[in-house]
């Protein structure tokens, strides 16, 4: 078996393994026409001249004409199918013609047609039935977008794959080609926008300088169906534009973002928008000026709107004068703006209400702004959850967070219908991935952390997806086609995120990394700045027992949640297990359903932590000489490092909860 470095990722076109059908692709796709003249159209031809001869191992020429069974991508649609399909969605559907069997991939656009072309290669990757396909799918979120915490220095914040992609310095006189082999990966699962810089913003991104850099990859991300978006930071017009104030309010600064606005529209006609982080964490922002956040939005958001763009105002805030809560600030300073926000800006609140811990409950926003259209930010890179070292497949926590019931409208009101429009009657929709992409030959540091930027494509376009399905597919098009390869390797993702869980912060626990760089365990960190900066605040460990009270009685963060899990929540018998020490101060002697007391739940999680990964290296294990060398050896040794991490874990949380427990 030959050795492989990841760098195919997903699009790893080996010769189709089921003789049964290798043959019935081969009888279905004689020759190829595309008739398209547009350079997407020259991208799909590129993409099939190198997919299918190496998926048939038979030539399957280009032709201008059918000849014999021909796949034929990017004709014309019909009227009724046109209104259907919008400007993405496509059409996959077979047709008998006497001169040969069509299998026709159509869509309104030639970008529509792309994303039909990678569905249908799909198709043959995970050896699918062709015969009599018929089929149509169009994306249920309108803006997908990859967001990089990219530095102009080529550092990433949260980056553990390497630097970045972007090689500012060189842009853009030289693009790296392998851009172009991102592109190709973004658009085969549909991502439709890249913020190309870090939200904690370098004001020099909006440089006449680095604009046209920019303009140089959306020139390239184009033809993708890729548009660029950009973080600015808020304090431009003072810091770029010498002005004396950045005051969302002062007609000097919006009349500035309106010319900085008109340039970037000059270079990048279609243009994405502004992702912006404001009054966070040190960022400057409209409040710095007694100014709201729907007035530093809605300022930006009038700049944009002429030229057709949006505003991501992120609702990452926690400032303590807000409430002592941190988990309540977000949902108490932007919930009072609901209704005052420019229809093209969207309020962008991650999945839970702290910071991409390895569990959350979902953010309260999404069943309380119902005027806003909510974008949903899900982190891809896994700052908290073991970086580039541990195996988590994230599509089940997306799936859980996406399927949780906000009950806005009653039962059924799921973040997944918020973020996609259909519950507020939205019809801008927006989710947003944090990506985990870097320099790094395989892309993403472990081979296994590609299943999540594949996973974040698939779900952004289609949220009903479930967790294995996507899984299946990955795992196919990646590893192998070989059942029992396939269900080995399904076994160990779809345990990874609850063994994550396990290992770090069970029953609702957060927040207990080491300081800064957030890997590893430090429960007893107590020595920071800001008061919620210090894992201390987030457990609350004491004689009396564990968790962050949130009740009615204490923080009363619950009220922020619809009934009837208000009440859910709020009563220790009641509320979910996975979200107990979330929601409660527990007794360390309370005894869970399971029968067992807090303290004794505890070591039997931390240890279930510990197991998973020995269970998942064990399966690893006996996948040897059934993936290639190469890969199957870099696996085993992250497994191997977060095994001892793991147990570092268990030891470290157990020795240091363990004094309190009397
Ligand atoms: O998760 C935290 C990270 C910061 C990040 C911040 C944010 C970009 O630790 O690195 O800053 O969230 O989302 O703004």
Redo the contacts with the bound molecule.
């Keep these: 078996m030959n050795n492989e470095d990841g760098y195919e990722l997903w699009l790893r076109y080996r010769q189709v393994s089921d003789t049964e059908r290798l043959a019935q692709y081969r009888h279905a796709l004689n020759s190829i026409v595309v008739p398209g003249a547009s350079a997407t159209a020259a991208i799909i031809k590129a993409e099939l001249a190198r997919a299918l001869p190496a998926l048939l191992g038979v030539p399957v020429p280009l032709s201008h004409e059918p000849v014999g069974n021909a796949l034929v991508v990017g004709a014309s649609v019909s009227e009724a199918d046109r209104r259907r399909l919008g400007e993405e969605g496509f059409l996959i559907r077979c047709h008998q013609s006497e001169g040969g069997d069509r299998i026709f991939v159509t869509g309104n656009t030639d970008i529509a047609a792309l994303r039909g072309a990678f569905h249908f290669l799909r198709l043959l990757q995970i050896e699918g039935d062709i015969r009599g396909l018929d089929l149509l799918s169009r994306p249920r979120i309108q803006h997908r977008i990859l967001a990089h915490?990219d530095n102009l220095d080529g550092s990433i914040?949260?980056g553990y794959a390497g630097r970045s992609l972007w090689h500012w310095e060189e842009l853009p006189a030289r693009i790296d080609p392998r851009i172009h082999d991102y592109a190709r990966a973004c658009a085969s699962i549909g991502i439709n926008g890249v913020c190309l810089n870090?939200?904690?913003a370098d004001p020099r991104i909006l440089t006449a300088e680095t604009l046209e850099k920019a303009a140089a990859l959306a020139a390239l991300f184009r033809p993708y169906g890729l548009r660029v978006y950009l973080s600015p930071f808020f304090a431009a017009p003072m810091v770029l534009g010498g002005l004396d104030s950045s005051d969302p309010r002062d007609l000097a600064v919006a009349s500035w973002w309106q010319r900085k606005a008109e340039e970037i529209y000059r270079l990048i006609p279609d243009f994405g928008g502004f992702q912006v982080?404001a009054n966070?964490?040190g960022?400057p922002g409209p409040q710095d000026y007694g100014a709201t956040h729907a007035d530093g939005a809605n300022m930006l958001a009038d700049a944009l709107a002429p030229h057709g763009g949006i505003v991501l105002w992120?609702a990452?805030v926690y400032d303590v004068a807000i409430d002592a809560d941190r988990a309540k600030c977000a949902t108490k300073e932007f919930v009072p703006l609901d209704g005052q926000f420019r229809p093209n800006v969207f309020v962008q609140a991650?999945n839970g209400p702290i910071?991409?811990q390895p569990r959350e409950p979902f953010h309260p926003l999404f069943g309380a702004m119902r005027h806003t259209p909510l974008a949903l930010?899900l982190?891809i890179t896994q700052?908290?959850l073991g970086q580039s070292v541990y195996l988590v497949y994230l599509g089940e926590m997306w799936k859980e967070v996406l399927e949780s019931d906000t009950y806005a409208e009653g039962p059924g009101s799921t973040v997944a219908r918020v973020v996609d429009g259909s519950l507020n009657h939205h019809a801008a929709s927006c989710i947003v991935g944090?990506a985990n992409t870097g320099s790094d030959r395989n892309w993403c540091g472990h081979h296994f952390a590609q299943a999540n930027w594949y996973a974040f494509g698939r779900l952004a376009w289609d949220h009903t997806l479930s967790a294995e399905t996507i899984a299946d597919e990955w795992i196919r098009m990646t590893w192998s086609n070989d059942q029992a390869v396939v269900n080995a390797i399904k076994t160990m993702m779809l345990g990874s995120w609850q063994t994550c869980v396990n290992t770090m912060t069970p029953l609702g626990l957060h927040h207990l990394m080491q300081e800064g760089h957030?890997y590893g365990p430090d429960p007893g960190f107590n020595g920071a700045r800001r008061a919620d900066w210090n894992n201390v605040y987030f457990h609350r460990a004491d004689s009396m027992g564990l968790g962050f009270d949130r009740s009615s009685t204490g923080s009363n963060a619950v009220s922020q949640y619809h009934s009837p899990l208000r009440e859910q929540f709020d009563s220790l018998e009641t509320c979910p297990d996975k979200y107990l020490l979330w929601f409660h101060h527990v007794p360390w002697d309370y005894r869970l359903r399971s029968g067992r007391t807090l303290w004794e739940e505890l070591q039997m999680r931390y240890a279930a932590g510990v197991a998973g990964v020995e269970r998942m290296r064990a399966i690893w294990a006996s996948l040897q000489g059934r993936i290639d060398p190469q890969r199957h050896t870099h696996v085993s040794q992250r497994l191997e490092q977060q095994l001892g991490n793991a147990r570092l874990w268990r030891q470290t949380c157990l020795d240091y909860f363990g004094q309190f427990v009397r």
């Design positions: 915490w914040e949260r870090n939200v904690n982080k966070s964490e960022q992120r990452f991650k910071d991409f930010e982190q700052e908290y944090v957030h």
